[in-house]
């Protein structure tokens, strides 16, 4: 008798996330374990609630569709499962939920937290003999997942990353007077997407001008130090930060003390207004910051075609992998070579990559903290290669109808 299985997606969005889940249905539909696929809306909180979409039936052009659909087709949660130590009842009901409708595996699609799940999972499953397999498919713009060479969602958006660095620097030299533009990218404890706005540079342009990343030391004074040396031959000078740049002791450029969320992580806001203030109190330039906050996580119509490709390879992996009886294991990429760029798919231990995370390495990083290597630029530009498909109606870009997720849409 086959087996059903569940899917499900949590963390923050990506564009690249739902290309992993139609990687996961197809391997799925045409594999003969599995008679049902089930897709959790919400996480795994959709599952202690039942709330699932029967997928089995996908069509292939809705599988295509939703390679190129951005943020996640089945929601997402930020739930934190506890140690079993502590409470062990939510395991039994979702265990319990898993027997009764014949679930032979779990595949989950998400970070850090997300593999810490998959990784309590497991470990459950095996302490009671279930035979269930939970296999963990990585997603994050971060690019923090460790054992892996990049994970599916970054490429995408260090290409808006890179695309919008270039674009501001357009509409900053078109005006004869000295300036300074901060822009703040996400990162709170590791710089890859900050270090991405430096393939924005080309042969007349150099900005970002300065980048800082948070495995640096950040120090205020040597901070206005570097632009004051860039200002008499730099009219207009353009630098990337990392929302969470720190200074030698620690803390918070943007905030001594900051809110945490479930998983313990800081939530950062404001580092490029409080240096756009330092800037204007040093300086007395003209000086203005922009938050590129949420807006590179779902912009489908600027995804890299090698991301979405990989995402959906590594969906499919999972899916092979489980059939075979593998479980506590996480899908991924390790790299060949850069020139030409190849690579091997590969499976880890999920326990050697939950709620650890993977840091630039300081030789990546010029001496002087406040540039990327070349070597950086050769690790990431491959993986912003190829431009996807776009369908447009009334000159708005369009995506497959996620309705399900809206509670008062009907």
Known sequence: MKKNCIVAQSGGPTVAINASLAGVIKEAIQSDCYETVYGSIHGIQGVFKREFLDLSKSSDRFIEQLKYTPAMYLGSCRYKLPDTEEDITAYETLFAIFEEMNIGAFFYIGGNDSMDTVAKLSKYAQSIGSPIRVVG?????????????HTPGFGSAAKYIASSMREMAYDTYIYDLNSVLIVEIMGRDAGWLTAASALARNSFSKAPHLIYLPEVAFDKDNFIKDIQALMPTTKNIIIAVSEGIRDKNGNYISATTAAADKFGHAQLSGTGKCLELLVK???????????????????????????IDEAFLLGSLAVEKASEGHTAIMTGLVRTSNT??????????????????????????????????SDMIDYIKPLLEGEVPTNYVDGVVDYLDVSHLIPDSN
Do not use: F
């Open 137 to 149: 498919i990585p997603k994050t713009i971060d690019n923090d997942l460790v054992g892996v060479d």
């Open 281 to 307: 109190e040093r300086l007395g330039v003209k000086v203005r910051s922009v938050e590129i906050n949420v807006l590179q996580r779902c912009a489908a119509h600027m995804a890299s075609m090698a991301d």
């Open 340 to 373: 030409p760029y190849t690579y091997e798919l590969i499976t880890l231990p999920v326990s050697e990559v939950a709620n650890q995370a993977k840091e630039v390495p300081r030789h990546w990083i010029n001496d002087s903290g406040n540039d990327v290597t």
